[in-house]
């Protein structure tokens, strides 16, 4: 049975396949070609990959990121689907699940989304489930940053905090646009915020997320 991760790679290498390789994504200044790379050099190379949390190995993230860049787009997709080299970590089902999943998810959205004539996809039940289950976990670490108190919240009620503050931000939606919005991609993801006017405008535009 095709796992979640497995499922969303093979949606985002058809998604990069099928736009080219200068298409734009939600990642600021990276076209198509450099989230390629970027998701090549997240599995190939964990010499490099720290650099994406850990600022002094920045530079040198950038610089294999780019000779993956340069490598010929066809090669960077089959990359993608193939998967991690033999004897990797993330070839076990379990930690590629929860490696994966989100990221996949997300990176496929910021293809998707930055084209201009993109809709919402519809996602079943059991994937909100798991993304859900995923957001219980990595909310505080997502929203540490959040500059008032976050609450997200799921249509039928449930709720998790993501960093806790006065006054309460409270963000309605979907696993799926929750996910989004926490991973910083507020502006496109379809959310409700509810609380403080003030509040809720800080938060639409606070720095949520990884990002060092």
């Known amino acids: 049975m095709s796992t979640h991760a497995k499922r969303e790679r093979l949606l985002l290498a058809d998604l990069l396949e099928g736009v080219g390789p200068d298409a734009p994504t939600l990642c ?3 076209r198509t070609r450099d989230l390629a790379a970027h998701v090549v050099v997240r599995e190939r190379r964990p010499d490099a ?4 949390l850990i ?3 920045k530079s040198r993230l950038e610089r ?3 000779e993956f860049a340069a490598k010929p787009y066809e090669e960077l997709i089959q990359l993608i689907r193939t998967g991690p080299p033999r004897m990797s970590p993330l070839g076990i089902k379990q930690l590629d699940e929860a490696a994966n999943t989100v990221e ?3 990176h496929s959205e910021d293809v998707r989304r930055a084209q201009p004539d993109w809709t919402a996809r519809p996602l079943d039940r059991v994937f909100e489930d798991a993304l859900w289950v995923r957001l219980e976990k990595a909310a505080r670490l ?9 609450v997200l919240r799921r249509p039928d009620g449930q709720t998790v905090v ?9 963000v309605t939606g979907t696993p799926g646009e929750l996910t ?6 507020q502006s496109v993801a379809q959310v409700d915020l509810t609380g403080d006017p003030e509040a809720v405008e800080k938060v639409r535009g606070s720095r949520l997320g990884l990002s060092m």
């Open 55 to 57: 600022g002094p190995l």
């Open 49 to 52: 990959a720290g650099g994406i």
């Open 180 to 185: 989004m919005f926490v991973f910083g991609r």
């Open 28 to 30: 600021d200044g990276w």
């Open 142 to 150: 997502l929203g540490r940053k959040s500059p008032a108190g976050l």
């Open 162 to 170: 993501a960093h806790r503050g006065a006054p309460v931000v409270t």
């Open 64 to 66: 294999v990121q780019a």
């Open 104 to 106: 996949f998810y997300i």
